[in-house]
Structure formats: structure tokens, C-alpha cells
């Protein structure tokens, strides 16, 4: 059976660089079901990125990753590398922030596209790949004469389609997009936003956004997690939470989205780091 | 560096930097890198060795003809030569000759290298198309042959040699220090101080170079013993130093003979020269592996 | 700050820098394509004393067009006019001496410090170069900048990977005003950072402006930063300014196409209308 959940229970993530063990992410429980929206959101430092790499097991040598992060009845924690591979990509699909960086600079992207379906379907001619590419790129809208172009001569946009495509390729129930359109400008974002969700909904994926941009989150989630510093401060629908946030860092990070101005005039900032709980180091 | 702040900023920087130096990755790889580390001591030992060692040993140039072709033993450290020379001494003093052509080759390619490599990189236009034709053309040669032509035509002496090394050198060093540049001239940080109304100079010399420099320090290191190699050739034809001056490669060519019989006046300066040529070549992999990752250029914050 | 009411109250306004039928074109490689314009003939004034925000997507030529201003980037055909004189031209010291007069912030926090220099260093070379001040002041002079944009002194011994991005480019703003310029050109200088540090840095904007008084050009892909911050807008599109006009007009009635697609894209939160419905 397709696994239907992807669940954090109780997930506690330590990274141990050389002078001592840094906590990126504390106790956090969350789960998305397939066919369901989840936004992760936090500043920069918050452990964000740190939970959707737990879950395809990415992070880097030497981070210690405790509690369970289950797919359907498996913990993914405790599975040898031999079977997460089946999982990484094929059940859980990533897009990155940084498109030009995760393709390969010297292969067309029709080449690089079919390359992943035949490596996902082993045994695939090489004319049924190409034919399931077109599919795949048409759902995404993406032009055909766009197909042998170099991932350098595409704008940032369509480099972010070809990801998701390549991403899509394998047929994953989960997919996790992290700061995916952070680096587009307004329009493009917006059109990436509604495609994902389009994907999503005609796939019936579990799609976990994860962003700085609450604008983003309110637009793309169900639920919402709101990361402060590697805790969990709030969980819950993404309206509710959002119209009545209930953690006091919620609700200045709703103020600050909204550019509320305080009574001199100047925006609303949240306390500043320096600030901060010096006990509690930013994750690097 | 004339620093514009002769102040407590200042004061404060020195120690930090040496600090920084030392608690930095690319140190902590290149001495766990045992290889590169023995490496480095044994081109110590060497450049110790031939700096203080003619002091105390015999005139490398005086024959003895009742002590010709003597293996080596408890009168002769490592035997002597054809003419009864001291090898020794000879080994000794030819290896001043010897690192003393690398380092000074490394030293001339290097500032005329990335002078010429940063002023091309960082202006563009016909002046670079110029340099970098020149640096095709003289790369092109095989530094032997590039060094035959020079000496040919200005004869041989320890100057010669180090200008013929030289100038087959500042190619490498130039196309280097050229794709650096052109790399971090587009940077926001070159066109915010250019944005700044800083002379260009300043801007070369302050923000270009000591973001530039350590690939090419790199390459420079591994170099060196190239650089050796390249003297010792020289030597060998007949083209660098000559007789009855030491200097590795002449020693091999005037050894080659002897090799049946007398095994140690060609092996010994060859061993040496190869364990020097390799040691340069290990200690340029460990500092290349060392600085590969830029630690001191930190990506981002990402969470 | 850009209140409105004092714009009202000002007479004609002056103009700081005019650019007339500005022109860029990239040559292209290969065989049968043609140029790129990157911009299409463009005639823009900054007035004095103005916020004017440039709004535009990827590749609408609005940072090169920026770039342009502060002579960074060389137009392929157009004049800049900065105070009366033509700027377009001139080289050696006449145009450091005109870079003096305008600074630049980039967007990004992360390659706009030389990463082998200190925090001090940086702020202390223009200091010397232009003599802003004597140089037995220049240490105090650092401090003073850093003070000015909320961050410690002892930050001048830092190395920028020490910092944060919204640091990072808190000095990147104190180094672009340490020489005192009447025009500052903030190339999507928020765009890369966090909501609250981005809030941070327009409030810097807004304080310093209201200290030193210059003029910004406020470059940026993101309308509510226009909104908040804005004079006067400018909306550009594939290498032509197809809007112009105070921000409320703008977000009110957009006239153009791409303005409206603009607006409509925009991702906000419920309650935070673009059109501005700023309590006083």
C-alpha cells in the first residue's frame, strides 16, 4: 500500500560542529497526509530546511536525528541507506531554492529529464522516456522549444518547473519544496505557487512548503508550523492560526509580513537576535 | 600594507588574523595530511641543509685526483666524483643552485604572473586579448626548449636560468590569477568599492589580490619543484649551469658515464632532485586539497 | 519619511538626476539571434529629496538600469544627467569624484563584503580615500557608522562571515552613506533577507534619510516594499517604464497591464491590503 502519512514525532535534530552540539531542531511533532498542504515557516536559523532534510535523510555526516519520522508504517530513521534510496526521490520528492545548482549545467534539459524517468524506471526505452518527458513538461507547462535549451539560457521560473518536473518524475506521494521561489521575482513566484498547488491537487500529493513568507504560506497551506529557533511554536490550519495567532512570535511575525508601522512611523521589526535568549545559538 | 587605521582596530586584527590562521580548516587538513607534512619537514631539512651545509664541508670545486670515483664511506660521506670531488659539498652547493632557481623563479612569475594576470582580468578589452595571446604562445613552448632559446641567446649563468624559468612560469601563475579575477570582478563586493569611488589601484591591490591569491600561492608551491626540475634540465644539456660550478642537473650529466662503476655520482643528485621534485608536488596537493573548499568565503547562513 | 503631506506642501520639485533615452543592448553570440535590449530607451527623473521605488520583474532591465545611474554599467546610447551636468562620459577622477556622490547597496548580504576584510577596514577606506574625515578620527568615525546603523563597535574587528545577512548589509548601508551621498541606490537591498531583518533595513533607510536627507532610487521585484517606502513609483517591464505615478494612485488604479498583474500576483496576508489603507 502507498504510505498516506509522513509524521515527525518528536524529532529532535543536533548538529555537532567541532566546539559543541548545536540543537537545530527541538521536539517537533508534525505530519502531512497525502492530498493535504503543510507550510513550514521560520526565520533563517529557525531549523526550517533542517526538517524536510531529516525526512529524505540528507543532512549532513555527523547530525544527530532523534525521535521518529515515520512514511506510512516505516521509520524512516531506522532504515539502511540500501532502502532509503527507494524512498529519497521515488516517495518523497525535494525541490531546492537554488535551481541553476541542482542541474547539471552541461546536459540539455530534455536529456537530463529522461535520464531521471529511465533511472527511476529501469528497464524504460529510451522513446517511451522521451514520450513520458513531454507529458511530464507539458503538465508543467513548460514549452517544448524550451526542451534542449541549456539550464543556463532559462530564467529562474522555468529552471523552477524543470525542478519540480524532475522532482515529479519518479511519481512521489510526498513532496517537499523548500524556499523554492524565494529567489523569483512576484509574478513567476505566484505562477509556480499555483502550479504546485495544481499538481498537487490533480496528483493528490502530500506537499510540505517551506518559507520565510508567511504571504507564500497563507496562499499554499492547510496547516502551518511556525518555527521559532528549532521549536515548534505553533501547529494548526494556516487561517486560524494566521487571523489568531496565539505564541508571541507568531504574532509579531504576522505584524512584521503585514508591514504594520509602530507609532514612530517605522515598521514593526521583531526583537533582534542580539537580543535573544543568548542561550539558544543560531543553528549555522 | 599601508593600513588606514593606524588604531586599536588595528591593534586588535593582528593577533586575530594568525589566530584565525590557525584555527582554520584548510590548516587543520593540510597537517593531518601526513604525507604532505613529511613532505614539507624533508623540504626543510633540504633547504636547511644546503643554506648552512657549505659552511662546514669542503670546497666543492677542489679536485683530487688520488681520490677519484671513491664510493661512499667514512672519508667521504657520500663519495666523490670523477675528479675526486667532494659529493657532499657538491650535492650541497649544487642544491643551493637548484632551490635557489626555484624559489627565485617562483618569486619573480609570481609577481609578474599576477600582476600581469590581475590587470588583464580586471580591465578587459584589447589589453587583456593582448596578454593572454602572449601567455598562449609562450605556453605553448616546452619550458626546456623555451629555456634553450634564452640561454642560447644571453648565455648561461644562474641569472639566465632563473629568467628562462621564468618566463615559461608566468603563463601558469598569469592564466590563473586572470580566471580569478575575471570570476570576482562581476562580485557585488568588487563593484560596491569601484561604486565607492575607490582608485583602481586600491581596489586591485586590497580587494582583488587577497581574494585571488591562495590558488595561486597553491599552484606557485607545486611549481617549485617543476622549477627544479626545469634548472636541472637546463644543467643536464649543457644549457644552465656550467662546469666546474655544481648544480644538480650538470652533476647527473657529468655522472652519466661513471653509472656502471660508479653508481653514486649520477643517482645521488638524482635521487635528491626527485625526492625534492616530488616533495614540492606533495606539499602543492595537500595545500590544493586543504584550500579547495574556500572555508574563508562562507556561503551562507542557510538554516 | 515619505509622509505625504509634505510633498503636497513642497513646491515644484527639483530634479537630483535625469536619464534621457537610455539604452543598453547585450550583443548575443550565435548565429541568428538578434541583440537583447536590456532597456529601451528610458527617460526617468529622481527628483530631490525623493524615494522613488523602480518595481519590476526578473530580467525588466531595473537593476541595470540602477546601475547605469552610478555609472557602474555603461548605456549604449542615452545621457545621465546628475545635478545639470552630463555624467554620461566622464572617466578618471571626475567620475570617482561623481561615485563619491552616489552609493550603492546590492542585494546580496552575502557577496557585497569583501570576505577577507574587516567590518572596520571596510568602513575605514572610503573614509580615507575621500578624507571625510582626518585620520586621526577615522577609528571613531567607524564607530559612529556602526552606531548609526544599530550595530556594536565592537563589530568593526569582524570579519563579514561573522554576521548575519541583515548585518552584513546594515554595514553595507553605513559604508554607501560613509562618504555622505545626496543619491542612493538600493538594488532589491531587501530583497535576500528575512521579513523582520528586510523591515530592519528600510527602517534604516527611512532614519538615515531622515538624518541625512538623500535621495533614494529603491530598487525591487516586491510592491509592499514600494508601498511602504515610496514617494513616487516607477513600474518597469522588458526593458521599458510603462508606469509611473504616486504609490496610491498606482496601487489604486493601476493603468497599465503588467501593473495590474503585478498587483494581482502579489502574495499577502488577509488583512494587508495593497492599496494603501495606512492609519494615521
Given at each position: 500500500m502507498e504510505p498516506?502519512?509522513?509524521?515527525?514525532?518528536?524529532?529532535?535534530?543536533?548538529?555537532?560542529?567541532?566546539?559543541?552540539?548545536?540543537?537545530?531542531?527541538?521536539?517537533?511533532?508534525?505530519?502531512?497526509?497525502?492530498?493535504?498542504?503543510?507550510?513550514?515557516?521560520?526565520?533563517?536559523?529557525?531549523?526550517?530546511?533542517?526538517?524536510?532534510?531529516?525526512?529524505?535523510?540528507?543532512?549532513p555526516a555527523g547530525t544527530q536525528v532523534m525521535g521518529r519520522i515515520t512514511l506510512g508504517d516505516t521509520d524512516v530513521l531506522r532504515l539502511p541507506e540500501q532502502e532509503m534510496r527507494a524512498i529519497r526521490g521515488r516517495r518523497i520528492g525535494m525541490v531546492f531554492q537554488d535551481s541553476l545548482a541542482a542541474l547539471n549545467p552541461v546536459f540539455s534539459i530534455h536529456s537530463q529529464f529522461v535520464q531521471t524517468i529511465r533511472q527511476h524506471h529501469p528497464g524504460m526505452g529510451r522513446s517511451e522516456a522521451s514520450r513520458q518527458a513531454g507529458e511530464m513538461l507539458e503538465e508543467l507547462d513548460i514549452p517544448r522549444d524550451r526542451l534542449h535549451s541549456f539550464p543556463h539560457e532559462l530564467s529562474g521560473g522555468m529552471r523552477q518547473r524543470i525542478m519540480i518536473a524532475t522532482a515529479l518524475a519518479p511519481g512521489p506521494s510526498f513532496l517537499i519544496a523548500d524556499e523554492s521561489t524565494s529567489d523569483l521575482d512576484t509574478i513567476s513566484?505566484?505562477?509556480?505557487?499555483?502550479?504546485?498547488?495544481?499538481?498537487?491537487?490533480?496528483?493528490?500529493?502530500?506537499?510540505?512548503?517551506?518559507?520565510?513568507?508567511?504571504?507564500?504560506?497563507?496562499?499554499?497551506?492547510?496547516?502551518?508550523?511556525?518555527?521559532?529557533?528549532?521549536?515548534?511554536?505553533?501547529?494548526?490550519?494556516?487561517?486560524?492560526?494566521?487571523?489568531?495567532?496565539?505564541?508571541?512570535?507568531?504574532?509579531?511575525?504576522?505584524r512584521v509580513s503585514r508591514k504594520q508601522r509602530t507609532e514612530s512611523g517605522l515598521l514593526y521589526t521583531l526583537p533582534s537576535r542580539a537580543s535573544a535568549d543568548p542561550a539558544r545559538p543560531v543553528v549555522p | 600594507m599601508k593600513s588606514s587605521l593606524a588604531l586599536p582596530i588595528d591593534m586588535q586584527k593582528r593577533p586575530l588574523i594568525h589566530r584565525r590562521f590557525w584555527n582554520s580548516d584548510p590548516r587543520r587538513r593540510f597537517t593531518s595530511n601526513t604525507l604532505a607534512m613529511v613532505s614539507l619537514c624533508w623540504l626543510f631539512a633540504v633547504l636547511a641543509a644546503v643554506i648552512v651545509g657549505p659552511w662546514f664541508s669542503v670546497d666543492p670545486n677542489v679536485a683530487d685526483v688520488t681520490a677519484r670515483l671513491k664510493p661512499p664511506g667514512a672519508d667521504f660521506i657520500l663519495g666523490t666524483d670523477q675528479l675526486g670531488r667532494d659529493m657532499l659539498a657538491r650535492v650541497l652547493a649544487g642544491g643551493r643552485v637548484s632551490l635557489l632557481v626555484a624559489v627565485m623563479a617562483t618569486a619573480v612569475s609570481l609577481t609578474i604572473g599576477v600582476f600581469l594576470g590581475v590587470v588583464s582580468g580586471y580591465r578587459g578589452g584589447f589589453l587583456d586579448d593582448a596578454i593572454t595571446r602572449v601567455f598562449d604562445v609562450l605556453l605553448s613552448f616546452p619550458t626546456l626548449l623555451l629555456g634553450i632559446?634564452?640561454?642560447?641567446a644571453f648565455g648561461g649563468s644562474l641569472f639566465t636560468v632563473i629568467a628562462a624559468t621564468s618566463i615559461a612560469t608566468v603563463p601558469m601563475v598569469g592564466r590563473l590569477a586572470r580566471a580569478g579575477t575575471i570570476g570576482i570582478r562581476p562580485r557585488e563586493y568588487i563593484q560596491g568599492v569601484i561604486a565607492l569611488g575607490i582608485p583602481t589601484s586600491r581596489i586591485l591591490l586590497r580587494h582583488v589580490l587577497p581574494n585571488i591569491i591562495v590558488p595561486v600561492l597553491v599552484l606557485s608551491t607545486g611549481n617549485m619543484g617543476r622549477l627544479a626540475l626545469a634548472e636541472a634540465g637546463l644543467s643536464y644539456v649543457g644549457a644552465g649551469i656550467q662546469p666546474p660550478d655544481a648544480s644538480w642537473g650538470n652533476m647527473i650529466a657529468e655522472g652519466q658515464p661513471y653509472l656502471q662503476y660508479a653508481w653514486w655520482v649520477p643517482v645521488i643528485p638524482g635521487t635528491v632532485l626527485t625526492l625534492v621534485t616530488l616533495a614540492f608536488s606533495f606539499v602543492g596537493d595537500g595545500l590544493r586539497d586543504a584550500f579547495d573548499v574556500r572555508e574563508l568565503v562562507v556561503q551562507g547562513d542557510g538554516t | 519619511m515619505s509622509a505625504a503631506p509634505d510633498r503636497a506642501m513642497a513646491q515644484e520639485p527639483a530634479p537630483l538626476l535625469r536619464v534621457e533615452n537610455i539604452v543598453k543592448r547585450y550583443r548575443r553570440s550565435g548565429a541568428q539571434r538578434e541583440d537583447f535590449f536590456a532597456l529601451r530607451g528610458i527617460d526617468l527623473t529622481v527628483n530631490h529629496g525623493e524615494v522613488l521605488a523602480l518595481v519590476g520583474g526578473s530580467g525588466s532591465g531595473k537593476s541595470t538600469l540602477g546601475r547605469i545611474m552610478v555609472r557602474l554599467i555603461d548605456p549604449t546610447a542615452g545621457r545621465i544627467w546628475f545635478k545639470g551636468a552630463d555624467v554620461t562620459r566622464i572617466r578618471g577622477a571626475a567620475l570617482r569624484a561623481y561615485r563619491r556622490q552616489v552609493g550603492v547597496v546590492f542585494q546580496n548580504p552575502y557577496s557585497s563584503l569583501n570576505p577577507r576584510m574587516t567590518v572596520g577596514d571596510a568602513l575605514a577606506e572610503p573614509l580615507s580615500v575621500w578624507n571625510v574625515v582626518p585620520r586621526g578620527e577615522i577609528a571613531a568615525e567607524v564607530a559612529r557608522l556602526l552606531e548609526s546603523v544599530a550595530l556594536p563597535a565592537h563589530y568593526a574587528a569582524r570579519l563579514p562571515h561573522a554576521l548575519s545577512g541583515g548585518e552584513r548589509q546594515r554595514v553595507a548601508i553605513a559604508r554607501a552613506l560613509s562618504t555622505r551621498p545626496q543619491f542612493l541606490v538600493a538594488d532589491e537591498a531587501v530583497s535576500s533577507l528575512d521579513v523582520s531583518a528586510a523591515a530592519e533595513i528600510i527602517n534604516l533607510i527611512i532614519t538615515r534619510r531622515a538624518e541625512?536627507?538623500?535621495?533614494?532610487?529603491?530598487?525591487?521585484?516586491?510592491?509592499?516594499?514600494?508601498?511602504?517606502?515610496?514617494?513616487?513609483?516607477?513600474?518597469?517591464?522588458r526593458g521599458e517604464i510603462v508606469e509611473e505615478g504616486p504609490p496610491d494612485r498606482i496601487f489604486a488604479a493601476p493603468a497599465h497591464e503588467y501593473t495590474r498583474l503585478l498587483l494581482g500576483s502579489h502574495l499577502a496576508l488577509p488583512s494587508e491590503p495593497l492599496v494603501d489603507t495606512r492609519t494615521q
Open positions: 498516506d502519512r509522513l509524521a515527525f514525532e518528536d524529532v529532535t535534530i543536533t548538529y555537532t560542529p567541532r566546539t559543541r552540539p548545536v540543537a537545530a531542531v527541538r521536539h517537533v511533532t508534525l505530519a502531512v497526509e497525502v492530498g493535504r498542504t503543510l507550510g513550514i515557516v521560520g526565520e533563517s536559523g529557525s531549523g526550517k530546511s533542517t526538517i524536510g532534510l531529516a525526512a529524505i535523510r540528507l543532512l513566484q505566484r505562477r509556480i505557487l499555483d502550479l504546485l498547488l495544481r499538481v498537487q491537487k490533480s496528483r493528490g500529493l502530500g506537499l510540505i512548503v517551506v518559507s520565510h513568507d508567511l504571504g507564500v504560506i497563507h496562499h499554499v497551506s492547510e496547516q502551518v508550523a511556525v518555527l521559532y529557533r528549532g521549536d515548534l511554536v505553533e501547529f494548526g490550519p494556516t487561517r486560524e492560526v494566521l487571523a489568531n495567532p496565539r505564541h508571541e512570535y507568531t504574532k509579531g511575525l504576522v | 632559446i634564452v640561454m642560447a | 541625512l536627507g538623500f535621495t533614494v532610487l529603491f530598487v525591487t521585484h516586491d510592491l509592499s516594499v514600494a508601498k511602504v517606502l515610496a514617494d513616487r513609483v516607477a513600474i518597469m517591464h
